[in-house]
C-alpha cells in the first residue's frame, strides 16, 4: 500500500447557485480503504463525486486526487482539460441513475469492452484504442480481459444476455465491472446498492468490499443504508447540514454525531443482530426508508 492518500480533501468546500453545499470537509482516502458516504438527500454526496473527478471545482479549500491538485480555481483559471483527462483514466465510475430498457439488447460482454475501449468510463474511444495496438491482437487481448472481468464480478452466467434481460443486481454487476475494465486506482460509486432487494444488496456490497481489498482499490461509494455495507466498509463519511464527519461508524453514526450534523435531535438504535437504525429529525427516518421497515 503506498504511503501517500489517493484522495485529499482539506477545508474543501463546493457552493451551487446561491447554496453552500458542504465546507470545511477534511478527509483522507488510501488504497485499498472503503468509504461509505452517507448523508440525506441534497447533502452533496454526488457532488462530493464529482469533485474527485475533477468536474466540480471547490469554492474553497483544495483537493489532491491521484496526484492531481484540484485547488478552488483561480478567476478564470480552470483545470486543464489534458490533466482531466489524465485523472479520470485512473478513476472507476459509475453514476447514480442508470436504467436499462427491457428491450436493451446491449451484452453486459459489450458494456465491459466499451469500458476497456474507451479508457474512460462510460465513453467508448474505439478508434484511439485500436490505433494503439493491432487489430488482432487487440481483439484477443481484449476478450481475455472482458473474460477476467466477468469472472471478477462473478456475472458468467448472465454476461452474454442482453442486458435489459438482466435482473438490476445482474445489471449492477455488469456495471461494476464496466467501472474496473481500465484498472483505475480509484472507485466512485454511486448508490450501487439503489433498487436491489437485501439479498443482492449484501451480495453487491460483499463484492465491492472484495474487489476493494483484492485491487488495492481506493473506493468511495454512496448509499442510503449503511447495514449491508457494514462488514466491508472501513470508514463512513456522513453529510448533512453542509458539513461531513468521517470515521468508523460506531464513532459517526451515533445519535450525538447526527443530531450535531442535522441540528435536530438524532437517535440511533442497534438491533440485537447488529444493525443502525437511525430514528428523529425531520429527514433521517425518510433517509434511511429500508431500517423502519
Ligand atoms: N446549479 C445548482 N444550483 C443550486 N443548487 C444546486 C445546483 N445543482 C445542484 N444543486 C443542489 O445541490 C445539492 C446537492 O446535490 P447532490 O446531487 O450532490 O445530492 P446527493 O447528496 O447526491 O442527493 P441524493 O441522495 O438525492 O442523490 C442538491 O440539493 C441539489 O439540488
Ligand atoms: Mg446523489
Given at each position: 500500500m503506498?504511503s501517500?492518500p489517493?484522495?485529499?480533501?482539506?477545508?474543501?468546500?463546493?457552493?451551487?447557485?446561491?447554496r453552500?453545499?458542504w465546507?470545511?470537509l477534511?478527509?483522507?482516502?488510501?488504497?485499498?480503504?472503503?468509504v461509505?458516504v452517507?448523508?440525506p438527500?441534497?447533502a452533496?454526496?454526488?457532488?462530493?463525486?464529482?469533485?474527485?473527478?475533477?468536474?466540480?471545482p471547490?469554492c474553497a479549500?483544495s483537493?489532491?486526487?491521484l496526484?492531481?491538485s484540484?485547488?478552488?480555481?483561480?478567476?478564470g483559471?480552470a483545470?486543464?482539460?489534458?490533466?482531466?483527462?489524465a485523472l479520470?483514466q485512473?478513476?472507476?465510475y459509475?453514476?447514480?441513475r442508470r436504467?436499462?430498457d427491457?428491450s436493451?439488447r446491449?451484452?453486459?460482454?459489450?458494456?465491459?469492452a466499451?469500458?476497456?475501449?474507451?479508457?474512460?468510463?462510460g465513453?467508448?474511444?474505439p478508434?484511439?484504442s485500436?490505433?494503439?495496438?493491432?487489430?488482432?491482437?487487440?481483439?484477443?487481448e481484449r476478450?481475455?480481459q472482458v473474460?477476467?472481468l466477468v469472472?471478477a464480478?462473478?456475472?458468467g452466467e448472465f454476461a452474454?444476455?442482453?442486458?435489459?434481460?438482466c435482473?438490476?443486481?445482474?445489471?449492477q454487476?455488469?456495471?461494476i465491472?464496466?467501472?474496473?475494465?481500465?484498472?483505475p486506482?480509484?472507485l466512485?460509486?454511486?448508490?450501487?446498492?439503489?433498487?436491489?432487494?437485501?439479498?443482492s444488496?449484501?451480495?453487491?456490497s460483499?463484492l465491492v468490499?472484495r474487489?476493494?481489498?483484492?485491487r488495492?482499490l481506493?473506493t468511495?461509494?454512496?448509499a442510503?443504508d449503511v447495514?449491508?455495507?457494514?462488514?466491508?466498509l472501513?470508514?463512513?463519511l456522513?453529510?448533512?447540514?453542509?458539513?461531513?464527519?468521517i470515521?468508523?461508524?460506531e464513532?459517526?453514526i451515533t445519535g450525538a454525531?447526527?443530531s450535531?450534523?442535522y441540528?435536530?435531535?438524532?437517535?440511533?438504535?442497534r438491533?440485537t443482530?447488529?444493525r443502525?437504525?437511525?430514528?428523529g429529525?425531520?429527514?433521517?427516518?425518510?433517509?434511511?426508508?429500508?431500517l423502519?421497515?
Amino acid at each position: 500500500m503506498s504511503s501517500e492518500p489517493v484522495a485529499e480533501l482539506s477545508g474543501a468546500a463546493v457552493r451551487l447557485g446561491e447554496r453552500t453545499i458542504w465546507r470545511n470537509l477534511d478527509f483522507t482516502l488510501s488504497a485499498g480503504e472503503l468509504v461509505v458516504v452517507l448523508g440525506p438527500n441534497g447533502a452533496g454526496k454526488s457532488t462530493l463525486l464529482q469533485v474527485m473527478l475533477g468536474l466540480q471545482p471547490l469554492c474553497a479549500g483544495s483537493a489532491r486526487v491521484l496526484g492531481s491538485s484540484l485547488r478552488a480555481p483561480e478567476r478564470g483559471r480552470a483545470h486543464s482539460a489534458r490533466n482531466l483527462r489524465a485523472l479520470r483514466q485512473r478513476i472507476g465510475y459509475l453514476p447514480q441513475r442508470r436504467a436499462f430498457d427491457r428491450s436493451a439488447r446491449v451484452r453486459g460482454v459489450d458494456l465491459i469492452a466499451l469500458g476497456i475501449d474507451g479508457r474512460r468510463p462510460g465513453l467508448p474511444l474505439p478508434a484511439l484504442s485500436f490505433m494503439r495496438a493491432g487489430p488482432f491482437a487487440r481483439a484477443h487481448e481484449r476478450r481475455a480481459q472482458v473474460q477476467q472481468l466477468v469472472a471478477a464480478v462473478e456475472a458468467g452466467e448472465f454476461a452474454e444476455r442482453p442486458i435489459g434481460e438482466c435482473s438490476g443486481g445482474e445489471q449492477q454487476r455488469l456495471l461494476i465491472a464496466q467501472a474496473l475494465a481500465h484498472d483505475p486506482a480509484l472507485l466512485l460509486l454511486d448508490e450501487p446498492l439503489n433498487g436491489l432487494d437485501l439479498s443482492s444488496q449484501a451480495a453487491v456490497s460483499a463484492l465491492v468490499g472484495r474487489l476493494c481489498k483484492e485491487r488495492s482499490l481506493a473506493t468511495l461509494l454512496v448509499a442510503h443504508d449503511v447495514n449491508p455495507l457494514l462488514p466491508h466498509l472501513d470508514r463512513v463519511l456522513y453529510l448533512a447540514g453542509g458539513q461531513g464527519a468521517i470515521g468508523p461508524p460506531e464513532q459517526i453514526i451515533t445519535g450525538a454525531r447526527l443530531s450535531e450534523l442535522y441540528g435536530a435531535p438524532i437517535d440511533v438504535l442497534r438491533t440485537t443482530d447488529g444493525r443502525l437504525v437511525v430514528l428523529g429529525g425531520p429527514e433521517a427516518p425518510a433517509h434511511h426508508p429500508e431500517l423502519l421497515r
